[in-house]
C-alpha cells in the first residue's frame, strides 16, 4: 500500500461513523516502561467510564491504562457521578470522549454529557489540589464537553480540523507537531525529565481545535494554515490560526491538560488492513508523550 493511500484509508476510517467500529486495541503494541516513575506510593487515577465515553480502560484506551500502569499509576475506573466524594481521594482524573447518548451517531450525542453540579465539582476538586485530563474529539465530543471546559475557560471548535501544509502526505487532517515545524512549543510536557523524554514528534488523528484563557501553555500549536469543518467533507471552513490541539493551565492549586483529539494516547489498529494510529504509529513520540502528560499532571515535571 504507498503512502498516500495508507494514510487516505485512515482518514476514511476515522471521519466516517462507520469507520470507529472497525478500531480496536493493538494487542502487539509494547506497554513496557523501563524505567517505572514511581516504585511506591502509586498516584491514584479516576478513569471515567460513566459518560457513554467512547474510550475506557478495557477497550480502544486499554494500551494507555496499560502503559500508566506500567509507569507506577495506579488506575480505578468510575461508573459514578462526580461529586466531592467521588473525586476526592484521586491524584488525577481521566475523561475521554465522553457523549451526551449511548452511541456516536445517536440524536443528542453532542448534548452536555456532565451535568452542572458534576462540572462544578471537577472545577471545586481541581482548584484544591486535583489534576485533570480532559480529551474531547471532532463532532459531537467536543460539543459533549463543551460545558466542563468552559470551566475552566476553555473554548472548543467542535468540529474537523484540517491542515494541508502540517500533516502527513494525502492525509490534511492527520497532523504533525514537531520541534522542525516549531508546532511544538517549549513546555515541562514536551521537554521531559531529560533529553530521553524530549518530545520531537506527534502525531494526531483528525480532531477538534482549542483555545485557552490568558496564561494557558500550548503543547500542540496549530499553524496558522489550519482551518476547521463542521462536518469532514464540508466545504466551507473557517481558520482556527492561534488555536490549539493540547494545552496546559493551572486552576488553583490543580493543573488541567485538555487535548483535541483521543487517538494519540491510544493505540489501535483500523480496518482490515490493520493500519496503525495513535501511540503505536511509526516515527512518532506520542507514547513518550503520554507518560510526559501523566508526570506533569502528577507533580513530577516541574517548570524550568
Given at each position: 500500500?504507498?503512502i498516500?493511500?495508507?494514510?487516505?484509508?485512515i482518514v476514511?476510517?476515522i471521519s466516517?461513523m462507520t469507520?470507529f467500529g472497525?478500531?480496536?486495541?493493538?494487542?502487539?503494541?509494547?506497554?513496557?516502561v523501563?524505567?517505572?516513575?514511581?516504585?511506591?506510593?502509586?498516584?491514584r487515577?479516576?478513569f471515567?467510564?460513566?459518560?457513554?465515553?467512547?474510550?475506557?480502560?478495557?477497550?480502544?484506551?486499554?494500551?494507555?491504562?496499560?502503559?500508566i500502569?506500567?509507569?507506577g499509576?495506579?488506575?480505578?475506573?468510575?461508573r459514578q457521578?462526580?461529586?466531592?466524594?467521588?473525586?476526592?481521594t484521586?491524584?488525577i482524573?481521566?475523561?475521554a470522549?465522553?457523549?451526551?447518548?449511548?452511541?456516536?451517531d445517536?440524536?443528542?450525542?453532542?448534548?452536555?454529557?456532565f451535568?452542572?453540579?458534576?462540572?462544578?465539582?471537577?472545577?471545586d476538586?481541581?482548584?484544591?489540589?486535583?489534576?485533570?485530563?480532559?480529551?474531547?474529539?471532532h463532532a459531537?465530543?467536543?460539543?459533549a464537553?463543551?460545558?466542563?471546559?468552559?470551566?475552566?475557560?476553555?473554548e472548543?471548535?467542535k468540529?474537523f480540523?484540517?491542515?494541508?501544509?502540517?500533516?502527513?502526505?494525502?492525509?490534511?487532517s492527520l497532523?504533525?507537531f514537531?520541534?522542525?515545524?516549531?508546532?511544538?512549543?517549549?513546555?515541562?510536557?514536551t521537554?521531559?525529565?531529560?533529553?530521553?523524554?524530549?518530545?520531537?514528534?506527534?502525531?494526531?488523528?483528525?480532531?477538534?481545535?482549542?483555545?485557552?484563557?490568558?496564561?494557558?501553555a500550548?503543547?500542540?500549536?496549530l499553524?496558522?494554515?489550519?482551518?476547521?469543518?463542521?462536518e469532514p467533507?464540508?466545504?466551507?471552513?473557517?481558520?482556527?490560526?492561534?488555536?490549539?490541539?493540547?494545552?496546559?493551565l493551572?486552576?488553583g492549586?490543580?493543573?488541567?491538560?485538555?487535548?483535541?483529539?483521543?487517538?494519540?494516547?491510544?493505540?489501535?489498529i483500523?480496518?482490515?488492513?490493520?493500519?496503525?494510529?495513535?501511540?503505536?504509529h511509526?516515527g512518532?513520540d506520542?507514547?513518550?508523550?503520554?507518560l510526559n502528560?501523566?508526570?506533569?499532571l502528577?507533580?513530577?515535571?516541574?517548570e524550568r
Amino acid at each position: 500500500m504507498n503512502i498516500r493511500l495508507f494514510f487516505s484509508t485512515i482518514v476514511l476510517l476515522i471521519s466516517a461513523m462507520t469507520g470507529f467500529g472497525q478500531q480496536l486495541a493493538d494487542p502487539e503494541f509494547s506497554t513496557a516502561v523501563a524505567n517505572p516513575a514511581y516504585n511506591k506510593n502509586s498516584p491514584r487515577v479516576l478513569f471515567d467510564e460513566a459518560h457513554n465515553n467512547f474510550h475506557t480502560t478495557t477497550g480502544r484506551y486499554k494500551p494507555f491504562v496499560d502503559l500508566i500502569t506500567n509507569d507506577g499509576y495506579r488506575v480505578i475506573a468510575n461508573r459514578q457521578t462526580f461529586t466531592q466524594k467521588t473525586l476526592g481521594t484521586f491524584k488525577i482524573l481521566v475523561i475521554a470522549n465522553a457523549m451526551g447518548a449511548e452511541e456516536m451517531d445517536d440524536e443528542g450525542a453532542d448534548r452536555p454529557a456532565f451535568t452542572q453540579e458534576e462540572c462544578d465539582a471537577v472545577r471545586d476538586w481541581v482548584r484544591a489540589g486535583g489534576n485533570l485530563l480532559l480529551i474531547a474529539d471532532h463532532a459531537p465530543f467536543g460539543g459533549a464537553a463543551e460545558i466542563l471546559a468552559h470551566r475552566f475557560g476553555v473554548e472548543m471548535s467542535k468540529g474537523f480540523t484540517f491542515d494541508p501544509l502540517h500533516s502527513e502526505p494525502g492525509a490534511d487532517s492527520l497532523l504533525i507537531f514537531s520541534k522542525e515545524n516549531k508546532l511544538l512549543p517549549d513546555h515541562p510536557i514536551t521537554l521531559g525529565r531529560n533529553d530521553a523524554e524530549q518530545i520531537k514528534r506527534v502525531l494526531t488523528f483528525t480532531g477538534q481545535s482549542l483555545k485557552g484563557p490568558a496564561g494557558t501553555a500550548v503543547i500542540l500549536q496549530l499553524a496558522d494554515s489550519a482551518r476547521d469543518k463542521a462536518e469532514p467533507t464540508s466545504t466551507t471552513d473557517v481558520s482556527v490560526a492561534g488555536w490549539a490541539q493540547g494545552i496546559a493551565l493551572k486552576a488553583g492549586k490543580g493543573r488541567v491538560v485538555m487535548l483535541g483529539e483521543a487517538a494519540m494516547l491510544s493505540a489501535q489498529i483500523a480496518g482490515q488492513s490493520k493500519l496503525k494510529m495513535g501511540m503505536n504509529h511509526p516515527g512518532s513520540d506520542n507514547k513518550q508523550f503520554a507518560l510526559n502528560i501523566m508526570h506533569w499532571l502528577s507533580g513530577l515535571l516541574k517548570e524550568r
